[in-house]
């Protein structure tokens, strides 16, 4: 059996990234999955990354529903009315 | 008519905040998201008949909404190609060693615990800072992806790139937001 040639973290970290955007190959999931075994960095930061798209997703609902800090100003909403009935 | 006139009103002060809440996520523009907001408004006034009664009102704004985000951001980058590719290249080649390709320093030790970051405003407010350090085209990518949840193929268009140049800025966003959130948030908060 050929030997899998092990890849750098750059590699890794691309891989990593890509396998959020794409179906990665075989070949490209084997050297990952090798290089985040034996790379405590890695395997950290493909843990780290993964998670930032869960924060993001749970970012959006909340900031959908509670809307905390972005609000119109109510000359901005009397603005919107009056164009909407000039309309 | 009259009806339609209270009725505009009305949809303005319900779900007014909302979508300016969701257009200025989005564009990071005040103005602009101010104009997105009401430019849905007048679709929506346009086009009341094809509304379908069992769809929320709420849900049929959103969905006017990001159309017209997406539009503007197919127009702003079909008048302003480029990249900010040098930029973010650099940046994240500091990371690694140039002749071995390993990494320079091992990563602070930190996890997202979604649920205790919720109902941290500071936190969100790190996160917001992390993202406008982000040059505008890696930007609206990233957003686009990790908020908008799009396919990569519809931000491609959007964005007139070809998916191998979507995910290379991809890597890139993550990588600095990674780092920008060690930085700003998780060592700050554990020292």
């Given at each position: 059996m050929?030997?899998?040639?092990m890849?750098?973290?750059?590699?890794a970290?691309?891989?990593?990234s890509?396998k959020?955007?794409?179906?990665?190959?075989?070949?490209?999931?084997l050297?990952?999955?090798?290089?985040?075994?034996?790379c405590?960095?890695?395997s950290?930061?493909?843990?780290?990354?993964?998670?930032?798209?869960?924060l993001?997703?749970?970012?959006r609902?909340?900031?959908?529903k509670?809307?905390?800090?972005?609000?119109?100003?109510?000359?901005?909403?009397?603005q919107?009315?009056?164009?909407?009935k000039s309309? | 008519?009259?009806?339609?006139?209270?009725?505009?009103?009305?949809?303005?002060?319900?779900?007014g905040?909302?979508?300016?809440?969701y257009a200025?996520?989005?564009?990071?523009?005040?103005?602009?998201?101010?104009?997105?907001?009401q430019?849905?408004f007048?679709?929506?006034?346009?086009?009341?008949?094809?509304?379908?009664k069992?769809?929320?009102?709420k849900t049929?704004?959103?969905?006017?909404?990001?159309?017209k985000i997406l539009?503007?951001l197919r127009?702003?980058y079909?008048?302003?190609?480029g990249?900010?590719?040098?930029?973010?290249?650099?940046?994240?080649d500091?990371?690694?060693d140039n002749?071995?390709?390993?990494?320079?320093k091992?990563?602070s030790a930190?996890?997202?615990?979604?649920?205790?970051?919720?109902?941290?405003?500071?936190?969100?407010?790190a996160?917001?800072?992390?993202l406008?350090?982000?040059?505008?085209k890696?930007?609206?990518?990233?957003?686009?992806?990790?908020l908008?949840e799009?396919?990569?193929?519809?931000?491609c268009k959007?964005?007139d790139i070809t998916?191998t140049?979507?995910?290379?800025?991809?890597?890139?966003?993550?990588?600095?937001?990674?780092?920008?959130?060690?930085?700003?948030?998780?060592?700050a908060?554990?020292?």
């Open positions: 050929k030997m899998m040639p890849i750098s973290c750059r590699e970290s691309r891989l990593m890509e959020m955007d794409r179906g990665l190959g075989l070949a490209e999931r050297s990952l999955g090798l290089h985040l075994a034996m405590r960095g890695c950290m930061i493909a843990k780290q990354i993964t998670g930032l798209r869960k993001f997703r749970l970012y609902r909340i900031a959908l509670k809307n905390l800090r972005d609000r119109l100003s109510p000359e901005q909403k009397e919107i009315k009056q164009k909407l309309i | 008519m009259l009806q339609n006139l209270s009725k505009s009103d009305e949809w303005v002060d319900l779900h905040d909302m979508l300016y809440g200025l996520k989005m564009v990071a523009d005040p103005i602009l998201a101010q104009d997105l907001v430019e849905t007048l679709a929506a006034l346009n086009s009341r008949k094809s509304f379908k069992q769809s929320h009102e049929w704004f959103c969905g006017i909404l990001k159309h539009d503007h127009h702003k079909r008048e302003m190609p990249s900010d590719g040098d930029v973010t290249e650099k940046a994240v500091a990371f690694f002749a071995s390709g390993m990494l320079k091992m990563p930190w996890q997202v615990h979604p649920s205790e970051l919720i109902e941290k405003e500071e936190f969100w407010s996160l917001h800072t992390c406008d350090h982000l040059p505008e890696t930007r609206d990518a990233f957003k686009l992806r990790e908008e799009e396919k990569t193929e519809d931000i959007v964005l998916a140049n979507l995910w290379v800025i991809l890597h890139r966003a993550r990588v600095l937001m990674r780092s920008c959130l060690e930085k700003n948030w998780f060592k908060e554990n020292s």
